[in-house]
């Protein structure tokens, strides 16, 4: 007998504005859902205005955890202080594991057009906290793809397995098991994926609507599922477009302050005693 999961909660975006003003939409990380272990932020920035983005995110630190990038829409040029730059266009990724520290900068490059895409961030164990600053540019092209049955599947990262067909594993190499899916579905159209028990499991929506267990995510919602089995989604009379996020949880204290995420008070401390004494990369 198939487990299904279940939606424990269903959570809106909270307008939000970062970087140099640029307006956000804020799903984890917001009064409304602080984090879900081990994803501690997840915004989407779209925006037809170049005003509401073109100052983007200036020179800021991170320790700690990883930051991904992921453009849906437009372009972003990274810089970091371990010498890594790239842009990334239309359904390119950038995954950067802050480590024991880093300073990067993520700026738009268009002056007009349309900019959307998401950032999300990913815990790190403590056994990895300080690990060396990592960092990932990973192009549309080789992120692979699946279309088939009214569904087209882009593998970020983690794997997925297509009906009748082996694992596919995602383009990023990550530190913790994590999995992150970009699904568009037809209408009406099926969706099921084998997430291993235990995992965390978040669905945002961002196009059209999307049932699972009998519940509707509308755009702009994610629904944080429960932990054990299969996910089975039916996209609606519209279709949908989603992601689809799933982590094994680490299960250690989480001590945030700002762009630092540690386990403790103590550390955040000399997190930003090291930053203002110049010894991040």
């Known amino acids: 007998m198939t487990v299904r999961r279940n939606i424990v909660k269903i959570v809106p975006g909270v307008p939000a504005s970062d970087g140099a003003g640029v307006s956000l939409l804020r799903v984890i990380g917001s009064p409304l859902l602080d984090f879900v272990d081990p994803f501690l932020m997840l915004d989407e920035f779209r925006n037809d205005d170049p005003q509401a983005y073109v100052g983007g995110f200036p020179d800021h630190p991170h320790r700690g955890f990883e930051t991904v990038s992921y453009m849906k829409k437009g372009r972003m040029r990274h810089r970091d202080s371990v010498g890594n730059e790239g842009v990334i266009n239309d359904g390119g990724v950038q995954w950067m594991t802050a480590g024991r520290g880093i300073i990067h900068s993520e700026m738009p490059e268009q002056t007009h057009g349309t900019l959307w895409g ?8 403590a056994t990895h906290k300080m ?11 080789d992120i692979p793809e699946v279309s088939a049955d009214g569904l087209t599947v882009r593998i970020l990262a983690g794997d997925y397995s297509p009906p009748g067909q082996a694992a596919r594993s995602g383009a990023s190499q990550t530190i913790w098991p994590v999995g992150y899916l970009d699904v568009i579905a037809g209408p009406d159209t099926d969706f099921s994926h084998q997430i291993e028990n235990g ?74 005693t090291d930053f203002r004494a110049g010894k991040f990369a």
């Open 118 to 125: 998401y950032q999300l961030w990913v815990n790190l164990p």
């Open 199 to 272: 995992h965390n499991a978040l669905v945002f929506v961002y196009e059209g609507s999307l049932a699972i267990g009998g519940e509707i995510i509308e755009p702009h919602q994610l629904a944080v599922l429960d932990q054990g089995g299969v996910l089975e989604a039916k996209a609606g009379s519209q279709g949908a477009g989603f992601l689809v996020m799933t982590g094994k949880p680490i299960g250690e204290p989480v001590a945030k302050m700002g762009p630092f995420v540690m386990n403790t008070e103590q550390e955040l401390r000399q997190a930003v």
């Open 131 to 141: 690990t060396a600053p990592r960092y990932q540019d990973i192009q549309p092209d």
